[in-house]
């Protein structure tokens, strides 16, 4: 058969039309998601099969011991649930973006597992509140800044699954062989230790105090240290952040030290990484958060460094209360998720006692401080020196990082990071560098902050 | 009878039953795929991106949820001294690249034009790094600029220059990043050039020597105004490249050390999926497109004469 110019013009067009409204026609009902069962008042039982998908960030072998955690409930408490849960990985930097397009295109997930504060994920409706009977769940079984962490408006909206605040890790073998026998614990010990155990030796040069200048821990860290000075970085009213302060002699003070050790050549700043300085057995003490020495030593083909390790919270002045900050990640389900019944099953196998096999994971695998109050102790995997250094001394002492109550938190994080690298990395002196931050984000707050209402 | 036959027809025929129109639909109907494509995945994004300029959204909230802000995002950007600096590093970047990557990928042409034994295995081995992804390459290079044990200080040490702290020292991370794009690019350049360079027909060099012209003066007479379609082709094109650099800034140095790297589209990227501000990211997006646009532009009228055809 012949077909002319025209016909093969309409067997072309009427095709492509076809295969068109077939590509954009949605699935029918019985492919389609179960219904909504929250609406109604009282959750219908699940439909047998209804598939869940969770965000979780990790790759490589931590990914696969994941996996294995949700297998686990696949197997073990999925069939009676009715449900089925799968993983999509996503790096963690790339949440914020993905999480715009997935929910733009109709495709989030039901349940995040993020460390993006809750305030910036409730005022933008992305997630809801746990149930009522959930919220006194969690607000009786975790640690209260946790708690802090995930409470806004009077709410609970989500699980505090991971919980990290620093402390002082130091390499006992080399402290003992430099004859110290007492543990520095304030900042001023610390800083005279570090320049008297800086050294080289057969042409390595070991470092007295490492310092992760040049990533997230520099703004993590930075409230931190302003409260070791006795000082504030935010002024709230309520929830809301009315007032920065960085300008100040306790902040300072808090800068001062950490600049006051690269001006004395006790740090790695400029020779090496933070974290290539411990793997290579060079870095002798640092302040960083558990997770550190369990992926990055343990984990990270430096275990011998690892049983080094001695911990110790840093102590303030005499006047001022010991405390640190805490940040970490959390379990939240997705507000216009079509599955909120299972979705809340599903987060409670994950999180409740007795098993809490999700909080085991956390504090077992990435090394995280346990965020509820009842976890069982001694911790599998955990050496003694970490569960007293951290689980013991540094847990009962964290208060919530103030920034996550902050909108613009993230700005204002990258302003510090840049404003403390060039501290550190002698381009600017601490005073006039602190003067110039404080005027950025100053702006910074108004801008993001600065209309919120309670 | 007659009078009816001699009516003009267009007068009474439907315009869908005129031979013009069915001609026309015709072509359109052709033309429909990519013109469909190019509204949906082309048109349609830069004109969302033109609308979001005037809007202040966070990316989470639905579209109805932005506030419409009027020019005020253009007004900030103008004012906004992160911004004004990753335009001032992303000019440093771009010059040194064109410069340095243009000029040594067309000496080593000319170099190579010259060559007749092994030319496919020279070519090739100059032209590897182009073929391997900008992500590795800028991995790799991290870790040979790793100040104490990195491969790069590590020969230097053999030959007693003190190591360099290339990633680190703010005053030279934006040119270390430019060596290694430089690097990966320079095959590119090099084939390109040589393509230029065989396209210029033998007898003006010929004749040229005949007439007693000096080695430069060839060059400088015959072979770079030759190259000039060519020079405008690489020059444009690495030009728009460096301007839109990300990927090894992402990778290598995150925009710092102490903001020393943070080039534009760095920025854009932070401002919108970091900070959440997609209407003024888009600003800053838009106005980084009319740069680049006008300089195009330039470039195109600097270059516009020259070529082997002004010789005929």
Redesign the interface.
């Given at each position: 058969m012949k077909l002319s110019r025209r016909e093969m013009l309409k067997a072309l067009g009427i095709t492509g039309v076809g295969l068109t409204l077939a590509a954009c026609t949605p699935a029918p009902a019985s492919e389609a998601p179960a219904a909504s069962s929250s609406e109604g008042g009282e959750a219908a039982p699940a439909a047998a099969g209804t598939e869940l998908t969770i965000w979780f960030h990790w790759g490589g072998a931590t990914g696969e011991r994941a996996q294995e955690l949700i297998d686990t409930y696949n197997s073990e408490q999925g069939p009676d649930d009715g449900v089925s849960v799968t993983i999509e990985t996503v790096p963690g930097g790339e949440y914020r973006q993905k999480m715009t397009a997935s929910r733009m295109a109709g495709t989030a997930p039901d349940v995040y597992h993020t460390s993006i504060p809750i305030l910036e994920l409730a005022t933008n409706e992305v997630i809801r509140e746990l149930p009522d009977e959930e919220q006194a769940y969690v607000r009786e079984h975790y640690l209260d800044s946790t708690i802090e962490r995930m409470s806004f408006q009077g709410k609970v909206w989500g699980y505090p699954t991971e919980h990290q605040a620093p402390a002082l890790i130091y390499r006992r073998s080399m402290l003992e062989a430099a004859g110290v026998t007492e543990i520095p614990a304030s900042a001023q010990e610390i800083r005279a230790l570090a320049k008297e155990l800086t050294h080289e030796a057969d042409g390595q040069k070991y470092y007295g105090f490492t310092q992760w200048y040049d990533n997230y821990p520099a703004s993590f860290h930075f409230p931190g240290i302003i409260w070791r000075f006795g000082g504030e970085m935010y002024e709230f009213e309520g929830d809301i952040p009315r007032k920065i302060m960085v300008d100040t002699p306790e902040c300072a003070a808090a800068l001062g030290w950490w600049r006051g050790m690269v001006d004395d050549g006790s740090t790695q700043v400029g020779d090496l990484g933070f974290t290539e300085a411990w793997q290579q057995g060079l870095a002798i003490m640092g302040e960083i958060e558990p997770w550190f020495p369990f992926i990055n030593l343990r984990d990270g083909g430096a275990e011998d460094v690892y049983e080094d390790l001695g911990v110790v919270y840093v102590r303030p002045a005499e006047s001022i209360s010991p405390v640190v900050q805490s940040g970490g990640w959390e379990l939240v389900a997705e507000r216009n998720s079509e599955h909120p019944a299972e979705s809340d099953t599903f987060m409670q196998w994950m999180m409740h006692e007795p098993g809490m096999p999700f909080s085991h994971f956390i504090v077992e695998i990435i090394g995280s401080l346990p965020a509820p109050l009842n976890y069982p102790t001694p911790i599998p995997g955990w050496s003694e020196a970490m569960m007293d250094g951290y689980a013991a001394q540094t847990a009962p002492i964290t208060r919530m990082h103030p920034g996550l109550k902050v909108l613009g938190d993230g700005e204002i994080g990258t302003a510090i990071s840049e404003t403390v690298q060039a501290v550190m990395l002698q381009q600017d002196d601490v005073e006039p560098a602190l003067a110039s931050l404080q005027t950025t984000l100053d702006e910074i707050l108004e801008r993001t902050d600065g209309s919120r209402t309670a | 009878m007659a009078t009816a036959t001699l009516a003009p027809r267009t007068g009474t025929t439907p315009f869908w039953r005129r031979r013009s129109f069915r001609r026309g639909l015709?072509g359109w109907?052709f033309a429909a795929?990519i013109l469909i494509y190019f509204t949906i995945f082309v048109f349609g994004p830069i004109l969302a991106s033109l609308l979001m300029m005037f809007y202040d959204w966070?990316?989470?909230?639905p579209l109805s949820q932005a506030k419409f802000v009027g020019l005020s995002h253009v007004t900030e950007a103008f004012g906004d001294e992160k911004f004004l600096g990753s335009f001032r590093n992303t000019a440093t970047y771009a010059i040194v690249v064109v410069l340095c990557g243009v000029g040594v990928g067309l000496l080593l042409a000319l170099a190579l034009n010259g060559v007749t034994k092994l030319v496919g295995f020279v070519r090739s081995t100059y032209y590897l790094p182009v073929m391997l992804p900008m992500t590795a390459m800028s991995l790799l290079w991290g870790l040979m600029y790793?100040?104490?044990?990195g491969f790069i200080n590590q020969v230097l040490g053999m030959v007693g220059i003190p190591p360099v702290?290339w990633l680190?020292?703010?005053n030279i991370a934006l040119y270390s990043i430019c060596l290694m794009v430089i690097w990966k690019g320079l095959g590119w350049y090099m084939v390109i050039f040589l393509a230029g360079l065989k396209a210029i027909p033998e007898e003006f060099y010929e004749a040229a020597q005949m007439d007693g012209a000096t080695a430069w003066q060839r060059f400088w007479k015959i072979t770079l105004p030759l190259l000039k379609p060519t020079l405008l082709f690489v020059i444009v094109v690495t030009v728009i490249g460096s301007l839109q650099v990300f990927s090894p800034i992402f990778i290598m140095t995150?925009g710092?050390?102490?903001?020393a790297t943070n080039v534009v589209v760095y920025w854009v990227y932070?401002t919108?999926?970091?900070?959440?501000r997609f209407g003024y990211a888009t600003t800053l997006a838009v106005i980084l497109f009319v740069v680049i646009l006008v300089i195009t532009l330039i470039q195109l009228r600097l270059f516009r004469e020259g070529g082997l055809q002004s010789y005929y």
């Open positions: - | 015709t109907l795929p966070n990316g989470f909230g790793q100040p104490r044990y702290k680190i020292n703010p995150q710092g050390p102490a903001n932070l919108a999926f970091q900070f959440m």
